[in-house]
Protein backbone atom coordinates (compact mmCIF):
# COMPACT_ATOMS: atom_id res chain seq x y z
CA UNK A 1 0.00 0.00 0.00
CA UNK A 2 1.09 3.39 -1.09
CA UNK A 3 0.34 6.53 1.26
CA UNK A 4 -1.59 9.27 -0.70
CA UNK A 5 -2.73 12.62 -0.49
CA UNK A 6 -6.83 13.76 -0.55
CA UNK A 7 -6.34 15.16 -3.84
CA UNK A 8 -4.32 12.18 -5.12
CA UNK A 9 -7.57 10.16 -3.36
CA UNK A 10 -10.18 12.26 -5.33
CA UNK A 11 -8.65 12.12 -8.58
CA UNK A 12 -8.18 8.43 -8.23
CA UNK A 13 -12.19 8.19 -6.80
CA UNK A 14 -13.28 10.37 -9.79
CA UNK A 15 -11.31 8.06 -12.29
CA UNK A 16 -13.14 5.01 -11.22
CA UNK A 17 -16.17 6.11 -10.38
CA UNK A 18 -16.21 5.87 -6.40
CA UNK A 19 -17.67 7.99 -3.87
CA UNK A 20 -16.94 8.23 -0.11
CA UNK A 21 -19.74 6.41 1.73
CA UNK A 22 -20.33 5.53 5.22
CA UNK A 23 -21.59 2.87 7.22
CA UNK A 24 -25.01 3.52 8.76
CA UNK A 25 -24.64 3.55 12.44
CA UNK A 26 -20.77 3.66 12.52
CA UNK A 27 -17.61 5.84 11.54
CA UNK A 28 -16.61 3.36 9.14
CA UNK A 29 -16.25 5.07 5.60
CA UNK A 30 -15.46 3.11 2.86
CA UNK A 31 -15.10 4.28 -1.15
CA UNK A 32 -17.63 2.70 -3.82
CA UNK A 33 -19.43 2.22 -7.19
CA UNK A 34 -23.04 1.74 -6.09
CA UNK A 35 -23.62 2.96 -2.11
CA UNK A 36 -26.57 0.41 -1.20
CA UNK A 37 -29.11 1.35 1.67
CA UNK A 38 -26.67 0.75 4.19
CA UNK A 39 -24.92 3.40 2.95
CA UNK A 40 -24.56 7.21 3.20
CA UNK A 41 -22.65 9.11 0.68
CA UNK A 42 -20.41 11.75 2.48
CA UNK A 43 -18.53 14.93 1.45
CA UNK A 44 -14.57 14.96 0.76
CA UNK A 45 -15.00 17.65 3.49
CA UNK A 46 -16.23 14.94 5.87
CA UNK A 47 -13.42 12.50 4.95
CA UNK A 48 -11.16 14.92 5.51
CA UNK A 49 -12.58 16.06 9.08
CA UNK A 50 -12.35 12.28 10.04
CA UNK A 51 -9.09 12.07 8.97
CA UNK A 52 -7.92 14.95 11.29
CA UNK A 53 -9.93 13.89 13.93
CA UNK A 54 -8.89 10.05 14.07
CA UNK A 55 -5.20 10.47 12.92
CA UNK A 56 -6.48 8.39 9.61
CA UNK A 57 -4.67 8.05 6.74
CA UNK A 58 -5.21 7.06 2.82
CA UNK A 59 -3.92 4.69 1.15
CA UNK A 60 -3.87 2.96 -2.72
CA UNK A 61 -3.97 -0.40 -2.37
CA UNK A 62 -3.76 -1.77 -6.16
CA UNK A 63 -6.30 0.94 -7.23
CA UNK A 64 -8.30 0.44 -4.41
CA UNK A 65 -8.49 3.71 -1.87
CA UNK A 66 -8.23 2.84 1.68
CA UNK A 67 -8.55 4.99 4.73
CA UNK A 68 -6.67 3.61 7.76
Avoid: H
Avoid at 39 to 45: G, K, L, T
Avoid at 52 to 66: C, H, Q
Amino acid sequence: MKKITIEEAKANAERRGLDPVRLKGTDAIIFTKAPQSRCEVVSWEDVRALMEENGSELYDDNGWIKLV
